[in-house]
């Protein structure tokens, strides 16, 4: 599938701009030129040789914060993500086979969290457990978990019905048998689709809460809080919110882009791809049956 989606100009768009964000993360606190939270008499500078996108109210050098709260955005994020992918994905499969009580208890599991507001909740969470972005991300991506719980639960009823995954079971595969061997392989990809799309989810939320100052002790810098920051000094610095803006802009842009080029490649309309590809490179078919011997 990767492959697949390297051919895409899509594809390759959205994991460049991806594996930069991570390299941010990986390598921001030790790229950043400055002390993020060392604090100056030069305060709501302009752009210099010294401070590349100038100081915030607290005379902070902002192109270091801004590296350096890279890392908690992206982490914060996937925690999102891939809690949601844990809490909802194995669920959904599971829910096709093992009866009619877990699959009622879990729907209406996954229908309660829907209209749980994952803002308010997850305010009153990190009221009970302490202001941190571990519990905050937690919780988030458990309120998320019921579109991984849908997707997953969808795609394994049309593979449930398929004649050979019935053959499977009545000649008494087991269950976990039947998931990895043939349910795994073609849930993966929608899986795969939500998974990318709950990533640009993820920064929307980890900004938005970072924004209102939840999850984060101050003076810790993210993207959120520093959008947060300078909205309050647009008079002297109007061009300050860009910045993190764009980040989370782009970032969130390039999450769903991958999402679109893996949902183009995978299922019918990837098969389609793949056999034009072969085509075009002379390559033939391994499915197509070779006929020999001459005209008639």
Same mark, same amino acid.
């Given at each position: 599938?990767?492959?697949?989606?390297?051919?895409?100009?899509? %594809?390759?768009?959205?994991?460049?701009?991806? *594996?930069?964000?991570?390299?941010?993360?990986?390598?921001?606190?030790?790229?950043?030129?400055?002390? #993020?939270?060392?604090?100056?008499?030069? *305060?709501?500078?302009?752009?210099?040789?010294?401070?590349?996108?100038?100081?915030?109210?607290?005379?902070?050098?902002?192109?270091?914060?801004?590296?350096?709260?890279?890392?908690?955005?992206?982490?914060?994020?996937?925690?999102?993500?891939?809690?949601?992918?844990?809490?909802?994905?194995?669920?959904?499969?599971?829910?096709?086979?093992?009866?009619?009580?877990?699959?009622?208890?879990?729907?209406?599991?996954?229908?309660?969290?829907?209209?749980?507001?994952?803002?308010?909740?997850?305010?009153?969470?990190?009221?009970?457990?302490?202001?941190?972005? *571990?519990?905050?991300?937690?919780?988030?991506?458990?309120?998320?978990?019921?579109?991984?719980?849908?997707?997953?639960?969808?795609?394994?009823?049309?593979?449930?019905?398929?004649?050979?995954?019935?053959?499977?079971?009545?000649?008494?595969?087991?269950?976990?048998?039947?998931?990895?061997?043939?349910?795994?392989?073609?849930?993966?990809?929608?899986?795969?689709?939500?998974?990318?799309?709950?990533?640009?989810?993820?920064?929307?939320?980890?900004?938005?809460?970072?924004?209102?100052?939840?999850?984060?002790? #101050?003076?810790?810098?993210?993207?959120?809080?520093?959008?947060?920051?300078?909205?309050?000094?647009?008079?002297?610095?109007?061009?300050?919110?860009?910045?993190?803006?764009?980040?989370?802009?782009? *970032?969130?842009?390039?999450?769903?882009?991958?999402?679109?080029?893996?949902?183009?490649?995978? %299922?019918?309309?990837?098969?389609?791809?793949?056999?034009?590809?072969?085509?075009?490179?002379?390559?033939?078919?391994?499915?197509? #049956?070779?006929?020999?011997?001459?005209?008639?």
């Amino acid at each position: 599938m990767v492959r697949r989606v390297l051919t895409l100009t899509s %594809g390759r768009i959205a994991l460049a701009i991806l *594996t930069a964000v991570a390299l941010l993360a990986l390598l921001g606190p030790w790229l950043a030129p400055q002390d #993020p939270l060392a604090t100056s008499d030069d *305060t709501l500078a302009v752009t210099s040789w010294a401070h590349w996108l100038g100081t915030d109210y607290l005379g902070r050098d902002v192109l270091s914060r801004l590296l350096d709260g890279s890392r908690v955005s992206v982490l914060g994020s996937l925690e999102v993500a891939f809690t949601a992918l844990a809490v909802g994905a194995v669920p959904g499969i599971l829910s096709v086979y093992l009866g009619r009580v877990f699959e009622w208890l879990t729907l209406r599991l996954a229908d309660t969290l829907v209209a749980l507001p994952f803002l308010l909740f997850a305010v009153a969470v990190i009221a009970l457990l302490g202001n941190g972005i *571990t519990q905050a991300m937690l919780v988030t991506g458990v309120l998320v978990s019921p579109l991984f719980y849908r997707v997953s639960r969808a795609a394994t009823l049309a593979v449930a019905r398929s004649p050979y995954v019935e053959a499977a079971i009545v000649s008494g595969a087991s269950v976990g048998w039947v998931v990895r061997r043939h349910v795994w392989v073609k849930v993966l990809p929608p899986i795969a689709v939500a998974l990318a799309q709950t990533i640009g989810v993820g920064f929307v939320i980890v900004s938005s809460l970072t924004f209102l100052g939840i999850g984060v002790q #101050p003076p810790a810098p993210t993207w959120g809080g520093l959008l947060a920051s300078d909205l309050g000094y647009l008079g002297q610095r109007p061009w300050a919110p860009l910045a993190p803006a764009l980040l989370i802009m782009v *970032t969130v842009w390039a999450s769903n882009l991958l999402a679109d080029a893996i949902r183009d490649v995978s %299922g019918e309309a990837g098969r389609a791809f793949a056999l034009a590809g072969r085509a075009r490179v002379g390559r033939p078919d391994r499915n197509r #049956p070779v006929h020999s011997g001459g005209t008639r």
